[in-house]
C-alpha cells in the first residue's frame, strides 16, 4: 500500500468521524438560520453594490438575490434594461404590483413558457454569429429553446453557460444512443472531457446536415487529423468521399472507432481474388487451428498501413 | 502557454487604461483553488485506463479559477490538472470592443504499454534491429534452409527469434497532442465583428504501425514515430444589421511532418535479396527479402479555405440564409521516396534510384473544394404553419496529376511486380435538396418533409447514384407532463448503372482480368432502403419532481440489389432515463439503455481467379449487444456542510460473429466468432464534500473502475498476460502492447479555496 493510501484512509477516518459528529451535533434550526442570515445580509450587501449601475436590478435583488447574484458575474448583469431585458413586460408588471400593493403580480418563468417565445426573447440579442441560424433549425424544430441546453442564473460549465459541467451531458439528454455509443471502448476523448459534441457540432446551426459545423464531413474530422486530408499519390476512394464510411466518431467496440471489425469491414468492398475474398473465422485465431495474421491483430491493416492514402511510389495497394 | 498567460494577466491589469468607462456593475475578483493528494492502484500495465487523460500519485492542482471585472473588462483564467500531461488553460478577457479568449490543452492518446520488439529507434524515424543480430538470423536460416527448405517454419523461426524476444526492448505507444488557440474578437461598432484565430498543435510520440510488412509471411509490427504539426490562421468579419447578417472568413491550415520517411529493420535478413512473390518468405519456398522496410508518413499539405454569407431577415418571420466556400489543399512538397529501399531489386529499373520515378514529388497535387448552400425559413405571422428549404452543393474537385507507373511497383520491398499501375485522383459532387412543411396546432405540431440526394463519382463503380426520401414529425405537448416527439424517415437510393470493373480498370494501365468479384456491390454505392424512426417520451408528473423519459432510436439499412457484400445493417436502442429532485436536499437520477448493432454481409472466397462456384460462399451475421446502466445521487449530509455524490455506470457488450458456409462447402464447417469484441466497462465513484467555511472546503473521495476485454483476434496477443502466446506467431511479429484489462482503484482528497 503506498503511503498516500495511508493519509487518505486517515483523511477518511477523521472525516467520517466529523460528518457523524457533525451530524448528531447539527445546529439547530435557529442558529442555521443565524449563521445564514448573515451570510445572506453579507451576499445582499455585495449584490448591492454590484448591481448600482443594473438600474432595474436593484428591487430584483430584494427577493431574488440568488438569482442575481449569479448573472451579475457575467455579461448578461450588464445588459442594458437589466433583468427587463429579458423578463419583459411581466417583471415590469410584476415590480409594479409590488410597488403598489406589497405583493409580487403574476409572473411566469421563462421555464414555462413556450420554446418558441423563449428563443425569441434571446435571439432579440444573439441572432447573430453563430446563432443567426437558429430559427428553423432541428433543435428549434423539436420544440427545444435556448434555456433547454443554456442556464442564464446557474449555469454548470465554464464556457457557454451551459446548464451542465460538460457539453456532452447537456447533448445526452436527449441524444441518449450516442450517450451509450460514448462508453464504448473505442471512442473519442469526450468522457474525459477533452473535446466536446460542439467540437464537431453547431447546434445552433439550420444549415447543414447534422449540424456539422463545416460543409462536409471530412473537412471536420481534417481539423484534427490534418495528415489524411492530402492529396496522395495513391487514394483510397471511399476515404476520400466520407469518413463515416468506415468510421463511427461516436464510439464503437472496435478499434479505432471502426463501424466493423477487420477483416470484415474491408471485405464489404474487397471480394476480390486470393486472401481478400478468403473465409475468416474463429479458426484462424490464435486459439484455432490455422491462425492467419490476415485476421489476427490489425487484420488488413497488417499489411495494408496507409489505407488513408500513400505518398510511396510503390504504394499502389497502400501497403508502403 | 506561460506567454499567453502573461498576456492575459497583462491586458486584465491594464484594463483600466483601456476602458473608456464603466457602464456596467462594480468590479470584482473571485478565485477558487483546488489542492489534490491521489493514490492509485491498478493490477495491470493497460494503457486504457489512462487512455486519455491522467491519474498521477501523489500531491496534485486539479482545478483553479480567477475570475472578475475591472472596469468594462472581464476576465477569466482557468486551469485543469497542472502539471499533468492532460492539463488545460482557458483563459478569457473581453470587453465592449475586444475579446481575447485562448486555450491550451495537451490530449494524450495511449495506444498501449510495454509493447515489445526487437529494433531500437537509432534516429527519427529509424527503428534498426543489431546488425549482428541480424547476420545470426540470416545465417541460421539459411543453413536450415540449405539443409532442409522444409525445416524452415514456424516453430523453428519462434525458437530462434524467442530468446532475443524475451530480453528485447519494450515501448510504450503513445503520443500527446499539445494544443494551443487563441482568439481575438474585436468589436468596433457593435454591429461589427473581426475575428483573428490562431491554432498550433504539436503532435509527438508513436502509435502502432501496423503495416510495416516485408510480405504476407512476415509483418512486422513497428512503432510509428509520429512528430506533426498543425497550424491554422483565420481571420472572420461579420456585419449585423437590422436586416441581417453578412459574413466572410478565410482560413489557412497548413501540416507538417517532421518525420515523412519510417525505416526499419528486417530482424531475418542482414542482407537485400528478392523475393519471388512477397507471399512466401521466410519459410520453404523462400528465404528472401529486403533487409530494411521503408514506407511514406503522411505527407505535409496546406489547405487555404474562405467563405462568404448571408442571413437576410425577411418579413413575415422569414429568413434566407446562403453561404458559399471555396478551398484548395495543396500536397506538392514532400519528395517522393525511391520505388524500394531493396539494393537488390535491378530489373526492370533499379528500385533505389529516385530518377526511375516519373516525378520526384506529386506535381500540381491540389483538390479544388467548393460548396453552396441556401436556406429559407419562413414562419409567416400566424405563427402556426412554417416552411423550411434548404439547397446544397459540395464539390471535390480532384486536380492532382494522374502519374503513369509503366514498368510495375515493388511490392513491400521484396519484389518488382511488372504490373503497370496509374494513379487515381477520385473526385465527386454531391447535391442536396430538404424540403419540410410545418403546422402547429398547439397541443402538437406536425411535419412532413421531403428530401433529395444524388452523388456523382467519378473513376467509381457507379457514376451517380440518387436518393429520394420522405419524412414525418410529430411534436406532441399533451399536458405540461407529457411531452412527445417522434420522427419517421423512409429513403431510397439507387444508381444509374454499376460497372464493377470500372474502378478497377481506372488504376491499371493494361486492363486485364479484374480480381473483384462481379456480384459484389461496395455499400457507400449499393441500391438501400433506409428506415430510421427516432421517438422520445417525457413525462413529468408531480409537478416536476420526477422526470422519466423513453427513448428509441432506429437506423436501418437494407441494400436491396446487393447479393455479395453488405446486404443489411440495424441499430435500435432503447432507452429510459429516471431523475428525481425533490425540493430539498437531494436528488438521484439512474438510467438504462439497450443497444444492438447488427449486420449482415456475403462473401465468396477464390483462388487464383474468380470463383463461380456458390459452395465458396460465406456470410457473417454480426451482432452486437450493448446494455448500459447509470446512476447516482447528490445528498446534503448536513446542511450547507456536508454532501455526499455518488455515481456509477456499467456498460457490457457482447459481440458475435455467426459465420456460416453452405452445406456441402470445402471451406466448412465455419466456425462462428462469439467473442467478437466484448467488452465491460464498471465506474462506481463516491465522493463527501465538507464546507469547513463559506471559503475553505475539503472532499474526500474515490472512484474504482473495473474494464473486460475478450477479443478473438487479438486475445493472446497482450504482452504479460495469462494467455500471451509471445511477440512472434505465425507470419508476424507484434508489439503486443497492453491495452486490455484492468482494475484500478483510485483515492483521493481535496482541498478547496474560494475567495
Known sequence: MGKHWAVLLSVALVSVLLVSGLSRAAPTEETVSAEETVTAEETVTVLSELSQQAVSSEQCIECHDDKVASIQQTYHGAVEGGC???????????????????EPGPMVSPVKQKASEVTEACLQCHERRRQANFKGGVHDRRDLSCISCHSVHSFQSTEAQLKTAQDSETCFTCHKDIRALSLRTSHHPVREGKIGCASCHDPHDSTSPKMLSVAWTNEKCYECHAEKRGPFLWEHAPVRENCL???????????????????????????????????????????????????????????????????????????? | MKRAIVLVVALALSAPSLAQESPF????????????????????????????????????????????????????????????????????????????????????HRFGNSGRTLNQLTSPGVREVSDTLQQSFQDTIANQFAANPLGVNFAF????????????????????????????????????????????????????????????????????????????????????????VVRGSVNYNSFEDNIPVLIWDNPWRAVDTTSPTAYIAPGSGSIDASSRGRMSNPPDNKAINGTIGTTLKLPANTRVTANATFGMWTQDETPFIPHSINSSITEPLVATDLSALPALQLDNGQINVNSQSIYLYSRPAANALSFRASFRRYDLDNQTPRYEFPLGYVRFDATFEEIPRISVPYAYTTNRLDLTAAYDFGPATLEGGY??????????????????????????????????????ELASRDFDEYEFERSEHASYLHAEGIAL??????????????????????????????????????????????????????????????????????????????????????????????????????????????DTFGGGANVGLVPDKADLRVWTRYQNVDGNDDIAVPPGSIRGPAVSIPNFDDTELFTLLGEVEYHITTQWSFAIGGFFEDYNIDDALTNGLTVGRDDFVGNYVPGSFFLGADNADYQAKVGYLRLAYRW
Open chain 2, 517 to 626: 468479384l462481379p456480384e459484389t456491390r461496395r455499400f457507400d454505392q449499393a441500391a438501400r432502403d433506409t428506415d430510421r424512426f427516432r421517438a422520445q417520451v417525457e413525462l413529468t408528473p408531480g409537478g416536476g419532481d420526477v422526470m422519466i423519459a423513453f427513448g428509441y432510436t432506429l437506423r436501418k439499412y437494407d441494400y436491396t440489389e446487393t447479393d455479395y457484400g453488405l446486404i443489411d445493417w440495424k441499430s435500435d436502442a432503447v432507452s429510459v432515463d429516471v431523475d428525481y429532485a425533490p425540493a430539498g436536499t437531494w436528488n438521484a437520477y439512474g438510467y438504462y439503455s439497450r443497444d444492438k448493432i447488427s449486420s449482415f454481409q456475403r462473401g465468396r472466397q477464390s483462388g487464383a481467379v474468380v470463383s463461380t462456384n456458390p459452395l465458396d460462399d460465406w456470410t457473417h451475421d454480426i451482432d452486437d449487444i450493448a
Open chain 2, 157 to 244: 523461426l519462434d525458437n530462434l527469434v524467442q530468446p532475443s524476444l524475451d530480453a528485447a526492448n519494450f515501448v510504450d505507444l503513445e503520443l500527446t497532442r499539445s494544443r494551443n488557440n487563441v482568439d481575438v474578437r474585436i468589436n468596433p461598432e457593435e454591429s461589427v465583428d473581426i475575428s483573428l484565430a490562431y491554432f498550433h498543435e504539436k503532435r509527438f510520440g508513436d502509435r502502432a504501425a501496423a503495416g510495416t510488412s516485408f510480405g504476407f509471411s512476415n509483418v512486422v509490427e513497428t512503432p510509428e514515430p509520429v512528430d506533426y504539426v498543425t497550424e491554422d490562421i483565420g481571420a472572420k468579419v461579420e456585419l449585423a444589421r437590422d436586416w441581417g
Open chain 2, 451 to 488: 428530401s433529395y440526394e444524388t452523388f456523382d463519382r467519378t473513376f467509381r463503380e457507379t457514376e451517380e447514384t440518387t436518393e429520394n426520401g420522405v419524412n414525418v414529425t410529430a411534436i406532441v405537448r399533451a399536458s405540461d407532463s407529457v411531452h412527445v416527439r417522434a420522427t419517421y
Open chain 1, 84 to 102: 427587463l431585458a429579458c423578463h419583459g413586460e411581466q417583471a415590469a408588471a410584476h415590480l409594479q404590483s409590488v410597488e403598489e400593493t406589497g
Open chain 2, 25 to 108: 456593475t462594480e468590479d470584482f475578483h473571485l478565485g477558487e483553488i483546488t489542492f489534490g493528494l491521489f493514490q492509485t492502484d491498478t493490477d495491470t500495465l493497460s494503457s486504457k485506463f489512462l487512455e486519455y487523460r491522467d491519474i498521477p500519485d501523489g500531491a496534485t492542482l486539479p482545478f483553479f479559477r480567477l475570475f472578475g471585472k475591472k472596469g468594462e473588462f472581464r476576465y477569466s483564467l482557468v486551469g485543469q490538472y497542472l502539471q499533468q500531461t492532460d492539463q488545460q488553460y482557458l483563459y478569457r478577457l473581453e470587453g465592449s470592443k475586444i475579446r481575447v479568449f485562448g486555450q491550451f490543452n495537451k490530449i494524450p
Open chain 1, 245 to 320: 464510411n468506415c468510421h463511427n466518431p461516436h464510439g464503437s467496440n472496435h478499434d479505432k472507432l471502426l463501424v466493423m471489425r477487420l477483416p470484415y469491414l474491408c471485405q464489404r468492398c474487397h471480394l476480390n481474388t486470393r486472401h481478400p475474398g478468403s473465409l475468416y473465422d474463429a479458426r484462424n485465431t490464435l486459439d484455432g487451428t490455422n491462425p492467419s495474421n490476415r485476421a489476427l491483430e490489425h487484420s488488413c491493416k497488417n499489411c495494408h498501413q496507409n489505407v488513408h492514402g500513400s505518398n510511396s511510389p510503390s504504394g499502389p495497394y497502400l501497403g508502403r
